[in-house]
């Protein structure tokens, strides 16, 4: 069973940036994905960004290219997001989530709030 | 760009009713499609993948169909748990994941 637990949520001014991290552990699979999903305050899912095992691929939702960065350390078995520029509009629960190759999401962090606030 | 359509937004049931929610795709996603349960202050779970397959641990009463652009979730008989916000995804064509704006099943 993976767990995974997310930490580094905040309050933050808008501008400013924030990294979250997703510690993982439980993965026997050397294929997988790993999600940034998040959920505004009241509203829905919201898939934000996923990076393979390896490291070498990489893809972004349209509405944080440019200003997120994800990215992993398969050392410490801990994946980030790293938020510049953050806008009120970006303030929501953020969930890590696994998934195979493709795959929907077996697994979920709790998730960590983020408020973009002046 | 794909969009996942859910209805209704809300579904009022009774204890012991049939729920059937409903999920539609703006192109085919084949049936690469999953439903997920969330419950508040939670995190999502997954309930359903590839449209019929139950995930580890989930009770027969949930079940799914459908493919290419349509698809079904249904509860047979609402047990107290079940009330809870479901939301389905479409992984067919991505990134980006997709999915839709969810379906609060209220008592």
């Known amino acids: 069973q993976v767990q995974l637990v997310e930490s580094g949520g905040g309050v933050v001014q808008p501008g400013r940036s924030l990294r979250l991290s997703c510690a993982a552990s439980g993965i026997t699979s050397s294929s997988y994905g790993m999600h940034w999903v998040r959920q505004a305050p009241g509203k829905g899912l919201e898939w934000v960004a996923v990076i393979w095992s390896d490291g070498t691929n990489k893809y972004y939702a349209d509405s944080v290219r440019g200003r997120f960065t994800i990215s992993r350390d398969n050392s410490k078995n801990t994946l980030y997001l790293q938020m510049s520029s953050l806008r009120a509009e970006d303030t929501a629960v953020y969930y890590c989530a696994y998934s195979g190759y493709y795959r929907p999401f077996d697994s979920w962090g709790q998730g960590t709030l983020v408020t973009v606030s002046s | 760009e794909m969009v996942m359509t859910q209805s209704p937004a809300t579904l009022s049931v009774s204890p012991g009713e049939r729920a059937t929610l409903s999920c539609r795709a703006s192109?085919?996603?084949?049936?690469?499609l999953a439903w997920y349960q969330q419950k508040p202050g939670q995190a999502p779970r997954l309930l359903i993948y590839d449209a019929s397959t139950r995930a580890s641990g989930i009770p027969a009463r949930f079940s799914g169909s459908g493919s290419g652009t349509e698809f079904t979730l249904t509860i047979s008989s609402l047990q107290s748990e079940d009330f809870a916000v479901y939301y389905c995804?479409?992984?067919?064509?991505?990134?980006?994941?997709?999915f839709g704006q969810g379906t609060k099943l209220e008592i």
């Open positions: 192109q085919s996603v084949t049936t690469n």
């Open positions: 995804q479409q992984y067919n064509n991505w990134p980006p994941d997709t």
